[in-house]
């Protein structure tokens, strides 16, 4: 595995240690479908969080938490900066549901991953321990070596989520690896342009029940490759690439 402070090892993770093709794979609308039914979970409570947390009404909070998540890509940053809200502790409130309950299966997820070369790591917005509760669910643990959550996403005693570009530069920084060898994988087409920026390549899963996300279903030119679901992604000529 290739070490990085950004990213914490999972206790069983994939054995494709030294193959030179590294995937950095979005979770929320990427390997699962979210929008199925998680999204509005995680909305009530991040609501909620944002309410106890301020002591606001509902309409508020609503205006607020969906304000932060635009402009910063996490409802936490927000409140963190403007607030003095506890990161931590806001983020195991917003996420305070079964969220096993509410993951969607995706068919032959496993297979698939197993079959693509590469070292696989997930890069997500979300909070350590529900990324790892998503991939449990899914039986998807097994083929990433590690998770940068939000929780990690931290540089000089700061929050730098996607789409920060000092965040993926040091993501390559850490993992010794030239950016061409890096696919970041995800719905939101704005961390994938700034992926772009520094040379990684860019694989877009679009799903238009993504927050914010442009309803333009054609391909921009900072990106790759683009389809549909992450099944046809890693059926795709593009995954068996050496990179």
């Not at 479908?33 to 947390?53: E, G, K, L, P």
């Not at 969906?66 to 607030?83: D, F, L, N, S």
């Not at 990690?152 to 690896?177: A, E, R, V």
């Not at 087409?189 to 520094?198: D, F, G, M, R, Y």
Request: glycine share 4%.
């Amino acid at each position: 595995m290739r070490h990085s402070k950004l990213i914490k090892p999972l206790p069983q993770h994939a054995t494709l240690r030294d193959h030179p093709r590294v995937w950095l794979f979005d979770l929320d609308n990427t390997l699962h479908d979210a929008s199925h039914a998680i999204f509005q979970q995680i909305d009530q409570s991040m609501t909620r969080a944002v309410m106890r947390a301020l002591s606001i009404d509902f309409d508020a909070a609503t205006k607020l938490r969906q304000k932060y998540w635009e402009r910063y890509g996490a409802t936490m940053i927000g409140m963190q900066r403007h607030h003095g809200v506890d990161a931590t502790e806001f983020l195991h409130m917003s996420h305070d549901f079964d969220v096993a309950s509410y993951v969607k299966p995706e068919p032959h997820l496993a297979a698939l991953l197993t079959a693509t070369p590469g070292i696989k790591y997930v890069f997500t917005n979300a909070p350590y321990s529900y990324a790892r509760t998503v991939l449990q669910t899914l039986n998807i643990e097994h083929c990433f070596a590690g998770i940068c959550a939000i929780d990690q996403m931290m540089l000089q005693g700061n929050y730098y989520p996607k789409p920060s570009l000092k965040l993926m530069q040091q993501m390559i920084h850490q993992l010794q690896c030239k950016p061409e060898q890096v696919t970041l994988v995800e719905d939101t087409l704005k961390n994938l342009k700034s992926a772009k920026q520094i040379g990684m390549r860019c694989a877009h899963i679009f799903h238009r029940g993504t927050p914010f996300s442009a309803k333009y279903d054609g391909r921009p030119s900072y990106v790759d490759v683009k389809v549909h679901s992450i099944q046809a992604l890693l059926r795709h000529p593009f995954s068996r690439q050496p990179y």
